[in-house]
């Protein structure tokens, strides 16, 4: 991508990822208000990329909005994927803060009722090169159908 466009400023557009390199972390879009025309490849942001890294990725047909430069759909960035008629919020609520996966698993946090909730379709793993420490000022419920410790 260029440092610096000679044509027209940078300019809002949203639009559909068409392909998504997930080693690069670039995607291709889709932009209807421009007859369906197909961007090159754009990078798409993210919070850190430097010493902490963030890793979310696009789904094909993904609703996105891009910042792209110029005149033309070569220069620009896809900036974030948008909530539409089609694909909603998960939760829907401001306290809120959920995840949730193609696979029905959930991670959950509500700010109001101060509760982390998880809930995985398969395994949970954990690691630690420290000690691992469980403190909780009410009670501490197992459920499971073995338990196994070493």
Same mark, same amino acid.
């Not at 991508?1 to 940078?10: H, V, Y």
């Not at 430097?50 to 890294?53: F, I, S, V």
């Not at 891009?66 to 008629?85: I, K, T």
């Not at 398969?122 to 420490?133: H, K, L, S, V």
């Given at each position: 991508?260029?440092?610096? @466009?000679?044509?027209?400023? &940078?300019h809002g557009? *949203?639009?559909?990822?068409?392909? +998504?390199? @997930?080693? $690069?972390?670039?995607?291709?879009?889709? *932009?209807?208000?421009?007859?369906?025309?197909v961007?090159?490849?754009?990078?798409?942001?993210?919070?850190?990329s430097?010493?902490?890294?963030d890793?979310? %990725?696009?789904?094909?047909?993904? %609703?996105?909005y891009?910042?792209?430069?110029?005149?033309?759909?070569? @220069?620009?960035?896809?900036?974030?994927?948008? +909530? /539409?008629?089609k694909?909603?919020?998960p939760?829907?609520? &401001? /306290?809120?803060?959920?995840?949730? *996966?193609? /696979?029905?698993?959930?991670?959950? +946090?509500?700010?109001?009722?101060?509760?982390?909730?998880?809930?995985c379709?398969?395994?949970?793993?954990?690691?630690?090169?420290?000690?691992?420490?469980i $403190?909780?000022?009410?009670n501490?419920?197992?459920?499971?159908?073995?338990?196994?410790?070493?």
């Open positions: 991508m260029a440092e610096n @466009s000679t044509e027209a400023g &940078a557009r *949203f639009g559909y990822v068409s392909a +998504y390199d @997930s080693k $690069k972390h670039m995607a291709r879009i889709q *932009f209807p208000d421009k007859g369906d025309l961007s090159a490849w754009l990078p798409v942001a993210v919070p850190n430097k010493k902490n890294h890793e979310c %990725h696009l789904d094909i047909g993904e %609703h996105v891009c910042n792209m430069m110029g005149n033309g759909l070569e @220069s620009g960035v896809v900036l974030c994927a948008v +909530y /539409d008629d694909n909603k919020p939760a829907g609520d &401001a /306290d809120v803060r959920k995840t949730t *996966f193609e /696979d029905g698993t959930e991670i959950l +946090y509500d700010r109001k009722n101060k509760k982390l909730q998880i809930k379709k398969g395994d949970i793993e954990i690691q630690a090169e420290g000690n691992i420490t $403190k909780a000022d009410g501490i419920k197992e459920q499971a159908a073995r338990i196994d410790l070493n």
